[in-house]
Structures are given as C-alpha cells and as structure tokens.
C-alpha cells in the first residue's frame, strides 16, 4: 500500500488542454487530489463549470470585468485578476504543488512566487523555461523546491533518469513527431492554412502548441527546456524524428545501454506521474495500447534545413543569456499573430530569426533584464507585423 497524503493543487490554466487532461486525473482520485486554487484567463463557460465542480477557494480570472461578475456569482470564491490573480493562486497557505499549463511567458512570475514560497512545480509551460531557465532552476535550488516535469518528452526522460548517477548519462534523444508539415517540402510551405497547421497526427493540444509543433518550434523549445531541468550540455542532446510518438523519449548512458519509455499518447499519464512522484497510481479509463497492433516503430534523422527553428534553438541555446529569451518571445508574437490571421505561414519563422539577428548582446543580464528583453521583442516583432503586413 502506498501512503498518499491529500495534495493540494493550484492549477494555472484550467481550461486548456493540459487544463483539462489534469482535472481528469484529479477527479479519478478524489480522495488524493484536491485543486484549491485555479485560473483562466476567458473561456466563461469551461471556467464556471469548473468553478461548480471543484469548488475552488481562490479563482483567478483575465479580467476585472469578470472578476466582478463572478464574485456576485460565487460569492463564497475568492477571484484575482491577471498575474497578481495567477500570483495569489500560486502561493495560496496550504497549496503543495503548482501545475502550470498557462500558456506563453505570462508563467513566468507565478512560478517563480510559487518557488519562492516553497511550492513544488509540475511544469506544463515550458516557454517559462525557455525564457528564463537559469533563474527558475537557481530559485528552485535554493528553495529546495522539485520541478516535476509534465512535458511528455521531459517526463520519459525523468522517468529513465530514475535512480541514475547523473554521471552515468551519455546523451538525451527526444523524440518528435514532426508536427502538422512533416511531409510537406519547404515550397509546399509557402501556401498552407492554419486550419491545416493545427492538425497535429498524434496529440490533441491547444493553438499555440500545435503551430509550434509544426514549425518545430516546439522541438526547439523542448531542447532549451531539456538543458535547464536535466542540467545537460546542448552538445548531449540529441533529437531524432519518431512518427508514431510512442516513444516518448530517450537516455543513452554511458555504456551505450538506452532506456526508453513508451506509451499511448494521453498527456494524463506525465500529468499523474508529476503529482504522484515518486509513487504511480492506474490511470483510469485506459486508453488502448497494444505495441503488436503498432507494429513498426520509426527513426530518422532530423532535418535541420527542412526545420531552421530546430537549428535556431541550438544556436541560441548555446549562445545563452537572453538568446533563448528573444527567441521564444518572437515565436509567442508570431505563432499567435498566423492564428489571428495577419500573418503567413512562413513569416513566423522569418520573424523568430529576424528577432534573434537584432538582439545583438552577449554580456551577461539579469532577470530582470530578461523580463525587459521579452517585452521589448514583442514590441519589435508587433511592430515589424504593423509594418510588413501580409507576406
Ligand atoms: P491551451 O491553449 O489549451 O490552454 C492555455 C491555458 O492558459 C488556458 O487555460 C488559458 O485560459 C490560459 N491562458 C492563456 N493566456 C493567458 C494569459 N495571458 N493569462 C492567463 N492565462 C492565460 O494550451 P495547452 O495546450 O494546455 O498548453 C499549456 C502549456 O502546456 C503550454 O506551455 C504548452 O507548451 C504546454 N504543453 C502542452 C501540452 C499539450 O498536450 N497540450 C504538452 C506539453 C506541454
Ligand atoms: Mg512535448
């Protein structure tokens, strides 16, 4: 028998995917699991059907307008609005772990005051450490604070890493699907539609995440998310393309041995293994797994011609300070500027690298420095939108 405590959870984003897939695995286990605190920024309908089902204490919301609204309508929930509301969710008294599934650098601060106040992370929003790594993963040490990652590729590696001496480690492999475009040339790129971008083969994911996956952006963000949890040099990380997403991810050690985990692709398996750590618990309502009827698993090289982004995520990775900084806050103005519809396809691309050749710094910064840097790169690639227009 395993001894569980109940955990208390704060859950940044509750109504997106990853919002949702982690609402199922709570309410598999209700005698485990309990989300005491929860925020969305504008889906009302999802927000308030949540709001009626867990029954939250604290509540926070996108904006004052509503904030209002649900206070007259609840009037026993606390509500905050924007960060200070996704803040006071995150550091509420008798919170255990954070689950951050917002999207974008907006998770950035919450999950830096959860840090400080001594709250465990389950992290679903990778831009955070995308855009500021070395600092979250410096407050979590100081404050003795475990990061859990849910990222799937970053779960599989958490999960071979398991009970390694980290000098054991050769290299990571993550794994990708190749998103959306994978077949597509570079030339059949010119003309594709955002509908056709959010068709990802395998994984049913919010907008944001789906066009990164296509432009591999995605796989770029995972590669700097990989260095800061796991503490690995870019040089010993590695990407392979991986059609089926079965494998979720690799570790090579140091006698060549591989440790792979595979499974189905249901983002509530990372999501209960972070909130159960170290122990494991049945998924509930299984989803079918039967690797004879898979049949073929395939590997192949990447290729970084065909995918600039992945390349582009090295370079920056390895340059450092606000490199990788700039190029996530692009890509946030970028991806969310073609599902809006005022860019195209390949203008997102064009966007991130213009982004990263302008930024030309290579001294050290600070956070807050870094927290500069992302607003000021939105600004410039809003305005080179402004000026460009459509491609
Ligand atoms: P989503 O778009 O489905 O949901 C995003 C959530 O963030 C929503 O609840 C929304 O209300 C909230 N939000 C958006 N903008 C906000 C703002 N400005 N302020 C406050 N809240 C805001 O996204 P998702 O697919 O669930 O992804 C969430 C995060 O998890 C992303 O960082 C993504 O990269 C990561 N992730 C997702 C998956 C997946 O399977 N969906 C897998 C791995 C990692
Ligand atoms: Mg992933």
Known sequence: ?????????????????????????????????????????SNVEKGVALIEQLRPRYVGVGSEKLRVELTHRFPDIEFGVGEVGLIKAAILEEIDVVLTAVTG?????????AIKAGKDIALANKETLVMAGKWVMKAARENNVTILPVDSEHSAI????????????KELVITASGGSFRDLTRDELKSVTLEQALKHPNWSMGKKITIDSSTMMNKGLEVIEAHWLFGTDYDKIKVVLHKESIVHSMVVLKDGAYLAQLGPS???????????????????????FDLTQIGQLNFAPMDFERFPMLKLAFTV???GGAYPTVYNAANEIAATSFIDGKISYLQIEQLVQRAVEHYNETTEVTLEEVIEIDKQTRTIVERWIKEEGQL
């Open 266 to 288: 249901d983002m509530r398996e990372p999501i209960q293994y972070a909130l159960t750590y170290p122990n494991r618990l049945p998924i509930k309502n299984e989803l079918p």
């Open 1 to 41: 028998v395993f001894l569980f405590t109940m955990k208390k959870i704060a859950l940044l984003g509750a109504t997106g995917s990853i919002g949702t897939s982690t609402v199922e695995v709570v309410k598999a286990y209700p005698e485990l699991f309990q989300i005491v605190s929860l925020t969305f920024h």
């Open 105 to 113: 650098s907006i998770g950035l601060q919450p999950t830096m005051a």
């Open 317 to 319: 990775g390895k340059k």
């Open 158 to 169: 958490f999960q071979c890493l398991n009970g390694q001496k980290s000098d054991n480690l």
